[in-house]
Structure formats: structure tokens, C-alpha cells
């Protein structure tokens, strides 16, 4: 009689597949729980105590670890050699194993859970039995997820070799993850000599950036419930590899801002950000900010949408609308455009400290890792460099384009007044060309008069300013630390210009 394993923490379809095997002339081994699950579904079984003869001890910490179980699971069924020893140690061999693992995880993601109550879920005798199985693919079937149980007994019945390899692939895949998930928890090293990040496949995409691009999303097995991994969609077409990009960039920026705001995001640069008393006011000042790129954009807000912002949001093609909320009307309004991502994300809690996050960029052959830039500056933290101080107004502008000018590619110039982008220059090799693109936009703007402009680095010579100064800019905010900064001054001065340093650079690469 053929033998099979069965340990698992999570229960979910136990019982018929436990049924199945026995009906297919298995001998069932099992422990602990799902032992006694299984006594008590009738389904006939023999405790690991029995086979091995000896109890399970320490709590339930060792139960399978032993040469009873581990020698019938290892030995090669082609070599004489080995079916000869443990015949002679009169020890049975197991043809399946049928182990999920402690709920580790799950458990560390709880609030409030202790670090020793997160030790006791660190699985040992699994995974060992696990990949056990899974080294001898070629004759033992290691089922880790009951996802498969249907698809096993199906493939018992037929010996389909290629099932049980790609099946023990996944145990390895899932072991790997799983012990990746305890090393990051014990690590207390911001930066340790080995990083192992581990991810868990959401969806595969139609295609990359291009069609010719083979694309699949994968998410954090817990992602941060302000990160796009987290968001839902409510409606409209599956998100594409260049939304998941967009989206994300959109949710940081609108993440950034406690007041009514609307963020409108266009190849991971914002085309318009709006502040208002009300998410509509925002909304009207985001679209207004450049109503031509917006065109086919990605529009974060951070306000519950109501109807009337609803109404002209709908007058216009976008691909993905998100928010923390729509009012029902709002919603069955969006929702009349059937190709429309409309989503629901969760925002920062702005009471609270920012979290010193990682963020990761895949490089050819590697990995770069780095903190999130959370920072954000205040009133406080700005230093007046130039004769005129700038006025409470245009400091409050000032703020607000130095949170912009975070989320634009470098090299990065942005244009504000109000709550409210004018121009934003991104991306260009040289600064000043970021600079006359961001003006060339904000002059079409009737409430351009004391407009502010924001670096997100410092001016390596005083041409920038000098433009600047030339197209009505009154007051400038940028990181400083150039060895030409008096250069900068110097031409702030000349034309009347209020010009504050943060000492901060805030580069988007």
C-alpha cells in the first residue's frame, strides 16, 4: 500500500482530498490537528507517533522529524541500495506529502503580536518534509497549496511525471518565500549583506510597455495599505503594466497632501495638481493647471468624489480615476464609460509619523534599495538667502510646489501659485530647459502675476534664476549647496526676487 503524508495548517479541502487518496488505495500518516480533523471525518488514518514510535514532544515542535519519516520520503526508488536500508530498518516508503506551512506571515501582520509568539511560527519539520519530497520529485509528490489537491489526484491516477516536477518547483518557490519573509522579520539591519525580497503574482498583463513585451504583476504577500498593490478596482478594464506605473506614481503624489487635492499623472510626471476647499474646487484647478495633457490621464484624489466633480471628470477621457470613496451617484456615473479604471485606495494618515519605507529599482543584474522620500519640508525649514523675505502667501506656494517638484522626473521645474501647477518641467539634461518649458506653460495662465517656482536641486549657475526673473517669477525655493550659489543670489537680488533654501534635494530619477 501506497502512503501518503498529510500535515497542514490550513484545512481548506483536507477532507475530500484525504478521501481521494484513500480511495486510490493510499494509506493516510498524519499529525496534530489535522489528525484529528480527519478522525473525525471518518476518513481512516494512522497517527506520525504510530509510525515512528515516538511521540510528539516540545509542543508539537518535533512530530515528523525523524529517519521513519524522512528516509521513507529520501529514498531513491530506482537504487536497490536504498530500498534495500530501509527495508531493512523496516521503514515504509511515503509517496506524497502533503505539507502547508505555519501561518507565519499572517501572524507577524496582526497588530500587536509579540516577537515570541511570532518565533513559535516559524515551521521547522515542514518545509524539511517539503523539500524532501521535492528533491525526490521523481517519485514523491509534494503538494504544498490546496489549490492542487484536485489537480494531484488526477495526476496520481494517470503518473504524470511532468505535474509532479513543476509541482515540486513550486515547493521551493514557496519554502524560498517563506523563509525570505522570516529573515526580513529577525533582520533589524536596514541594508543586510543579503537581501531577499519575495512577491507573490497578482495577474500576468496583456504586455509590457509595448505589445511585443511579455509583462505579469507580482505584489508584496502584504503590501502597504497605501500602495497601489492594495487598491481595488470597482470597475472597467484591467490595469496595463504602463497604469500600474502611472497609478503608482499618482497615489505618492496625492499621498503627500492633507488638504483637498487632485492629481493628475501623465508618464509618471504630473501634468496638474489642484488644492482646493473641496475635492471639486481641487478638481477644477488640477484640469485648469494643463487641460490638454490631462488628456487620457491617471486622476488622484484624496476626498470621497461626489457627483459634480464626478460630472466633469466623466466629460473627459481618463484611463483610471481613484480615490478613497465615491458617493453612489458619483460612481454609477463613472461607471457608465465600461473601459474606465475607476479604483479605491487607501491614503496616508497624515497624524501619524511616515514610515521609513523601501523603495527597489530592478538594474541590469541587480537591485538598488533605498528609504522612500518621505520628508517633506515646512516654514521652519526654509532659510531667506536674498534681501526680500518672501511674503506668508508666496511661502504657502512656495511649500506647495516643493511637494510637486518631489513626483516630477529630474532634471525638475515646477511653476505654482494658489494650490494650484502652472507649468512643471521635467526631465530635461540641463536645468534651465526644464525651467523654460515649465514657463513657457505657466505663462498661458491668467493668474500667472506671483506665480513661485521650485527646484527639486540646486542651480549650478545663475541663468536659471535670471530666467525666471525675466518671465515674472517673484519668489524661487531650491536645496542651495552649489559652490555657485552666490551667483544665484546675486541674480535674485538683481531683479527683486525673494529666494529661500531648503537644504534638501528631492531628485526623481
Known amino acids: 500500500m501506497k502512503r501518503a503524508l498529510l500535515s497542514v495548517s490550513d484545512k481548506h479541502g483536507l477532507v475530500e482530498f484525504a478521501q481521494g487518496l484513500v480511495e486510490r488505495g493510499f494509506e493516510i500518516i498524519s499529525t496534530g490537528g489535522t489528525h484529528d480533523q480527519l478522525v473525525g471525518a471518518g476518513v481512516p488514518v494512522t497517527s506520525v507517533a504510530d509510525v515512528t514510535g515516538f511521540p510528539e514532544m516540545l509542543d508539537g515542535r518535533v512530530k515528523t522529524l525523524h529517519p521513519r519519516i524522512h528516509a521513507g520520503i529520501l529514498a531513491r526508488r530506482e537504487s536497490a541500495e536504498h530500498m534495500a536500508a530501509i527495508a531493512a530498518a523496516n521503514i515504509e516508503p511515503i509517496d506524497v506529502v502533503c505539507v502547508n506551512l505555519y501561518p507565519f506571515a499572517e501572524t507577524i501582520h496582526q497588530e500587536g503580536v509579540a516577537r515570541a509568539d511570532a518565533i513559535e511560527q516559524i515551521d521547522i519539520g515542514g518545509p524539511s518534509a517539503l523539500r ?101 478596482q470597482l470597475h472597467g478594464k484591467e490595469l496595463s503594466f504602463n497604469n500600474m506605473k502611472d497609478a503608482d506614481a499618482a497615489l505618492r503624489t496625492v499621498n503627500e497632501f492633507d ?199 540646486f542651480f549650478p549657475m545663475g541663468d536659471t534664476v535670471e530666467y525666471a526673473a525675466q518671465h515674472g517669477i517673484r519668489a524661487i525655493i531650491q536645496p542651495g549647496g552649489s559652490i555657485r550659489d552666490q551667483e544665484s543670489i546675486d541674480m535674485a537680488d538683481e531683479y527683486g526676487i525673494a529666494m529661500v533654501t531648503t537644504g534638501v534635494r528631492h531628485f526623481r530619477h
Open 132 to 232: 524532501a519530497a521535492a528533491k525526490n520529485a521523481s517519485s514523491v509528490w509534494a503538494v504544498v497549496d490546496p489549490d492542487d489537491y484536485a489537480a494531484v489526484l488526477a495526476g496520481i491516477d494517470t503518473d504524470d511525471v511532468a505535474l509532479r516536477s513543476r509541482l515540486a518547483a513550486k515547493v521551493f518557490r514557496v519554502t524560498a518565500a517563506y523563509d525570505a519573509q522570516i529573515a526580513a522579520y529577525l533582520t533589524g539591519e536596514e541594508f543586510p549583506d543579503t537581501f531577499t525580497p519575495t512577491y507573490v503574482k497578482q495577474q500576468d498583463m496583456r504586455y509590457g510597455e509595448n505589445s511585443h513585451q511579455a509583462a505579469a504583476f507580482y505584489a508584496e504577500p502584504y503590501p502597504a495599505a497605501t500602495s497601489i498593490a492594495a487598491a481595488h
Open 259 to 457: 488638504v483637498p487635492t487632485v492629481v493628475a499623472m501623465k508618464h509618471m510626471n504630473p501634468c496638474g495638481i489642484g488644492q482646493g476647499d473641496n475635492i471639486e474646487e481641487a478638481w477644477d484647478k488640477a484640469f485648469a493647471a494643463d487641460s490638454t495633457s490631462i488628456f487620457g490621464g491617471i486622476i488622484a484624489l484624496n476626498r470621497t468624489v461626489d457627483l459634480a466633480t464626478a460630472t466633469k471628470m466623466h466629460a473627459l477621457f481618463l484611463e483610471i480615476i481613484m480615490a478613497p470613496g465615491y458617493d453612489d451617484d458619483a460612481l454609477a456615473m463613472l461607471a457608465q464609460k465600461k473601459n474606465l479604471r475607476i479604483l479605491t485606495v487607501t491614503l496616508t494618515d497624515h497624524s501619524q509619523p511616515r514610515a521609513r519605507e523601501p523603495e527597489t529599482v530592478s538594474v541590469s543584474g541587480g537591485l538598488l534599495v533605498q528609504e522612500v522620500d518621505n520628508q517633506v519640508e515646512g516654514a521652519n525649514d526654509l532659510t531667506v538667502v536674498t534681501k526680500l523675505a518672501p511674503t506668508p502667501e508666496q511661502v504657502r506656494a512656495l511649500l506647495f510646489a516643493q511637494i510637486a517638484v518631489k513626483h516630477v522626473k529630474s532634471n525638475a521645474i515646477v511653476v505654482a501659485k494658489d494650490g494650484q501647477t502652472l507649468g512643471i518641467g521635467a526631465g530635461q539634461m540641463n536645468r534651465i530647459g526644464s525651467a523654460e518649458i515649465a514657463l513657457a506653460a505657466a505663462l498661458t495662465h491668467h493668474n500667472f502675476a506671483g506665480a513661485v517656482l521650485a527646484s527639486d536641486a
